[in-house]
């Protein structure tokens, strides 16, 4: 009796180990890709990206841009040494002008990019005059190319530029509905 309920409790456990291994697998908890996300948005009645700097992101690792309000916004990756321009090449983004009739319900937009490498990525939203009043942001900011210095050519910036069509990342609309239950 007391055999077999340790062969049983040994194959118990094994199984549970063998599922908790499972577990550590997965991609959903294991994969070393990490997930930004950066809010297009309205801040202290200003337009802006919230956060604006960020840093230690990885290549491999997506940077999510969600346009979580009513007023249109686009994000783009900009030139580092023109202000509210932007970069062209393999590594540029746009992501369109987006928004959302329904901040509870949706849909939502983002947009995704998958970081290439460890160069700093300036962005600005393209939308009317957002990029001169500082709708900019900075991924991995070095100590010559800062935030501070990209937002001075931006507010200084005559025009902002917005590329021809959405290109370089995802785009996504998520619905939320919400369901009142009581
Ligand atoms: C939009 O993003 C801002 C900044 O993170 C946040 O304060 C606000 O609550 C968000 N709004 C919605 C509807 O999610």
């Given amino acids: 009796m007391q055999l077999k309920a340790a062969i049983f409790s040994t194959l118990f456990l094994s199984s549970y180990v063998a599922a908790d291994v499972t577990v550590t697998t ?6 070393r890709h990490k997930l930004h996300i950066i809010q297009a948005t309205i801040a202290n009645h200003k337009p802006a990206f919230v956060p604006n700097s960020l840093t230690n992101v990885d290549p491999g690792d997506i940077l999510r841009f969600v346009f979580n309000g009513t007023v249109p916004h686009s994000v783009v990756r900009g030139d580092p040494s023109n202000g509210c321009q932007p970069l062209v090449g393999s590594t540029a983004f746009y992501s369109g002008t987006q928004s959302t009739k329904d901040m509870v319900n949706g849909p939502m937009p983002m ?6 490498d460890r160069n700093p990525i300036f962005v600005y939203c393209s939308v009317g005059k957002h990029c001169q009043e500082g709708m900019v942001a900075a991924i991995n900011p070095t100590n010559d190319q800062t935030l501070d210095a990209y937002t001075s050519k931006c507010t200084g910036a005559s025009s902002a530029v917005s590329p021809k069509g959405p290109n370089g990342g995802f785009l996504n609309k998520i619905t939320l509905k919400v369901t009142k239950t009581s």
């Fill in 111 to 116: 947009f995704d990019f998958v970081v290439k």
């Fill in 26 to 31: 997965n991609p959903v908890t294991s994969y």
